[in-house]
């Protein structure tokens, strides 16, 4: 095919002579003029095999290419079933080796050349049951001999629709004809070899994005034209695979089918809003249905299938183009190179059509039609993936201006939560505060007693939920601080059971507490922990209708490092569906109560993690759930300080009382709070232990400070007209946070806040609502540094008798800024020393101390390591506002466990520790 292909674009030169039955080439010049198309008339017996040299006469005159079914004028008419004989003589031959070529022909044949036989296709036989036809292109060399050269063929047909000769027969040189059809081989493989090569890669383009099928499509009809082209004109495929006749027929026309499938498939895919309209879904289905029927048809009814490849073709051709015109007038991108492709390939494809009825003799050209729409498919998916890569830029731009929306509305409902919480904050303080202070100093009977309990942890319990409800919001931004420390249990687990107690007696429920002795510390944050432990008995109590509800903690036996907490309650256990579920945020445990945030679980496991802790759950439906926490053992004992922590109370029934001060009955505190309800919280529980003054904003408490000198300050940071942050500022601008303590209230737990504060010069805070008790401690404690400095003179004096460096000398009240400049120094010199005595250990630098100790935290910064934190502690000028004195001793203390005993280092550590430490007081 590919052969007649070239000729016919003028690869080659050959001559198309007008022919009769017998002719002369003595005048032709093969070498200069070159192949010559032996095209008839031909002589032509029907229903004989004549033998060679016969001299009878011809039945007709038959034209080659042509098929013999299609003869008119004979009597009787011809069958397609039969023999028939071929013969053609040619004079004049110059003598030479020269090859003839015979292409497609439909049915088994026998050639003689000059009386002998040279080969054939197939079995030739005048009885019907014996003939096989085969397809096979075969050329025969032959020798010139002086007179004239018979050209004899004996055909024979029983299934084919069209018998005969389908293309023309060649005859050249033996040169010329060898180097024509390596030509004419050589094209094959190309085409089908670009077609496979495009079809794979749309089929990987496909593989990679799979949600549009158009590669997909587009892939299987390259595939499948690209095979069927190995099947037809040089037909290399049939010398790989042996195949009969029918086996040959059925797989070309299934191939067409499938072919014609997969390119109406392709358009109504690339076009699926103007395919909506068209046969291309119908045809579709039905070149699917007749690929399978043409496998199963036998061979006599292989003419009707052609003729059904034609009608759907032809129909396919139409809606395609239809589809085509839609979409231009659509203006859909690259559409003009895909009608100019397509045009090609129809044009070649409806040219193939009238070749396979003999009506045109140009040869089989689809594959050509194919090549040049794959091209100009190539430029238009160019065009569109520009057209593409120009709506993804617009639509980014539009994408990013929407993010930057939705982050300022994140800020905004951040903002909200912050200020909802802080609103509803200050009711819950209110009510707490004013339910604890009634509970202490009113006489009440009972039930009201136990109604005023159930009042106070109700509020408790509602604190906890807001608390949640803010964590999740830092945890999922990653933005919560964890204060690892040595922590004793056994006060945490009295402080819980304290508070969950009236919550438990509410539901008559024991509530009990069963610790182990000898309780080593854990690594932990104090506050955490105590969240941790609230939520998980919160959890069990709600789910608890009868029974009790245990809290455990016991240590690891050797070589565990582990001290475990238990929550075991009698419930009635976990849904086992909803197991691997348990820790995911709003989930609930229980499947018949859907009350609750499912925040608590969530939370717990978030904050162990952060922790390095661990939790299990030992869950046995109708009997109970058990929930294990795995904390690690501290490695050093906690200081003295860190055992009386005041952040978290250890009792609840602790009530600390202040003695009166030299020279006052009682010390006076400045009552700051925008709130009336907080106000009048604060005044119940501190009157009759402090003189009071109450100011609701700033300015008033600026104007009282100018008039009296109170002995501490209790501030609200958000208040109208001037808030707490701009207060402390004015303040500290005339006092030292010495000589006035400043005792942060307030609602919010932002971190930025907090630090805001303490940068502007607060002493401590305490988050609303808070404990009667832990606010009288805080109280306590800050006006005892204020008025206890007068003791800091001898005592500086004793320690400087055996310190290898001067103590600090005691400035006065007067010189109380020196004072802090010559504080913040000593802070320094310690955290150099004890820098410069890590590093002699030769355990690693800055990061490794921090790491080693947990007393630091190590960020990653440009793919580095590094503490930022801890290297503010060597330099003055880069030092807090407000140093972590505790932690620069607590390193200095840890440094020096690490050294040997008898180290000079060692001693000097701890006497430079316990000299900032009393400087400190």
């Not at 042509?66 to 004049?92: D, K, M, Q």
């Not at 292109?137 to 299934?159: C, K, M, P, V, W």
Request: hydrophobic share 40%; charged share 20%.
């Amino acid at each position: 095919m590919l052969a007649r292909v070239v000729l016919f674009l003028g690869f080659y030169g050959f001559s198309s002579i007008a022919l009769c039955s017998s002719i002369n080439l003595a005048e032709h010049d093969f070498p200069s003029q070159g192949i010559i198309q032996l095209k008839g008339p031909w002589d032509f017996y029907w229903n004989r095999l004549i033998p060679p040299g016969d001299v009878s006469p011809p039945d007709t005159k038959a034209l080659i290419p042509g098929f013999w079914a299609r003869y008119e004028g004979l009597t009787p008419p011809l069958n397609r079933s039969g023999v028939a004989s071929y013969r053609l003589r040619l004079s004049g031959l110059p003598k030479g080796v020269y090859r003839i070529k015979v292409d497609t022909v439909n049915t088994a044949y026998r050639l003689y050349i000059n009386g002998q036989l040279y080969g054939g296709a197939g079995t030739v036989s005048t009885s019907l049951d014996q003939v096989k036809a085969a397809y096979k292109n075969r050329s025969y060399s032959f020798q010139s001999q002086a007179g004239q050269t018979e050209i004899l063929f004996h055909l024979a047909n029983r299934d084919h629709y069209l018998p005969g000769f389908k293309e023309p027969i060649l005859l050249g040189l033996e040169s010329q004809m060898e180097n024509y059809a390596a030509k004419a081989l050589a094209m094959d493989l190309f085409l089908a070899g670009s077609l496979m090569i495009i079809g794979a890669y749309h089929l990987v383009f496909f593989m990679t994005r799979k949600e549009d099928k158009t590669p997909l499509f587009f892939s299987l009809f390259c595939l499948l034209i690209g095979l069927r082209t190995l099947v037809v004109g040089e037909r290399f495929g049939l010398h790989l695979v042996d195949m009969s006749w029918e086996w040959i027929s059925k797989s070309n026309l299934f191939i067409l089918y499938l072919a014609i499938w997969g390119m109406a498939k392709f358009f109504k895919h690339l076009f699926p809003q103007e395919a909506r309209r068209s046969l291309l879904g119908p045809l579709s289905k039905t070149s699917l249905l007749l690929s399978l029927v043409s496998l199963l048809v036998p061979s006599t009814g292989l003419r009707y299938s052609v003729w059904g490849v034609e009608i759907v073709i032809l129909l396919c051709l139409l809606s395609i183009i239809l589809v085509i015109i839609r979409a231009y007038k659509a203006k859909r991108p690259g559409t003009g190179l895909i009608i100019l492709g397509f045009f090609a390939l129809s044009v070649t494809s409806v040219n193939d059509i009238f070749y396979q009825e003999s009506i045109i003799s140009t040869g089989f050209l689809a594959s050509y039609g194919l090549l040049a729409m794959v091209f100009t498919h190539a430029l238009a998916l160019g065009y569109r993936f520009a057209d593409s890569f120009t709506q993804v830029e617009s639509l980014s731009k539009t994408v990013n201006a929407q993010a930057e929306v939705l982050k300022d509305l994140d800020r905004s409902k951040d903002e909200f939560l912050a200020k909802t919480a802080h609103e509803l904050k200050t009711p819950i303080h209110g009510m707490i505060g004013l339910g604890e202070t009634a509970l202490k100093q009113g006489q009440f009977t009972e039930p009201w007693r136990g109604d005023l309990e159930v009042i106070v942890a109700s509020g408790r319990r509602l604190e906890i939920l807001i608390d949640n409800l803010l964590d999740f919001a830092r945890l999922r931004f990653s933005n919560i601080t964890i204060n690892l420390q040595p922590v004793h249990v056994p006060p945490l687990v009295a402080q819980v059971l304290a508070l969950m107690n009236p919550y438990a007696q509410e539901k008559r429920l024991q509530l009990r507490a069963n610790l182990a002795p000898n309780l080593p510390a854990v690594w932990a944050d104090e506050a955490r922990l105590v969240q941790i432990l609230i939520n998980l008995v919160t959890n069990s109590i709600k789910h608890t209708s009868e029974g009790s509800v245990t809290l455990q903690v016991w240590a690891e036996a050797p070589p565990g490092n582990k001290v475990c907490l238990s929550v075991t309650d009698t419930g009635p256990g976990i849904n086992p569906g909803l197991m691997p579920h348990l820790f995911e945020p709003f989930t609930s445990g229980n499947q018949f109560d859907n009350a609750g945030t499912g925040l608590g679980l969530h939370i717990v496991k978030e904050l162990l993690d952060l922790m390095q802790g661990e939790i299990q759950v030992n869950n046995q439906p109708g009997q109970g759930v058990c929930f294990t926490l795995g904390l690690p053992r501290a490695e050093v004992e906690p200081s003295p300080e860190q055992e009386s922590s005041d952040k978290v109370p250890r009792r609840m029934d602790s009530q600390p009382q202040l003695n009166p001060l030299p020279g006052k009955n009682r010390p006076q505190l400045l009552l700051v709070d925008d709130e009336p309800v907080n106000l009048r919280v604060l005044t119940r529980q501190l009157e009759g232990q402090y003189d009071l003054l109450t100011a609701t904003d700033g300015l008033q408490a600026l104007e009282l400070l100018e008039e009296t000198n109170p002995d501490m300050l209790l501030l609200d940071l958000f208040m109208p007209h001037l808030d707490g942050f701009e207060t402390l500022k004015k303040i500290r601008s005339d006092q030292s946070r010495r000589l006035l303590p400043v005792l942060v209230l307030t609602a919010s737990n932002n971190p930025a806040h907090l630090e805001r504060a303490f940068k502007l010069g607060a002493n401590d805070y305490l988050s609303k609502p808070f404990r009667n008790d832990e606010l009288l401690s805080r109280i306590k404690v800050h006006l005892e540094v204020s008025q206890g400095r007068v003791l800091k003179q001898e005592l500086l004096q004793r320690l400087a008798q055996n310190s290898p460096q001067p103590a600090l000398p005691y400035k006065g009240l007067d010189r109380q800024e020196e004072y802090e400049l010559e504080l913040r120094e000593a802070v320094v010199r310690l955290m150099k020393f004890t820098l410069k005595a890590w590093l002699g250990l030769g355990q690693g630098k800055q990061v490794e101390l921090a790491e080693k100790s947990g007393l630091w935290n190590v960020q990653i910064d440009q793919g580095r390591l590094r503490t930022r934190t801890l290297d503010k502690y060597l330099d003055v000028e880069k030092l807090p506002r407000c140093p972590r004195y505790t932690q620069v001793i607590d390193t200095a203390r840890w440094v020096a466990e690490q050294l040997p005993d008898q180290a000079n280092e060692r001693a000097q550590l701890a006497l430079l520790s316990s000299q900032l430490e009393a400087n400190l007081i």
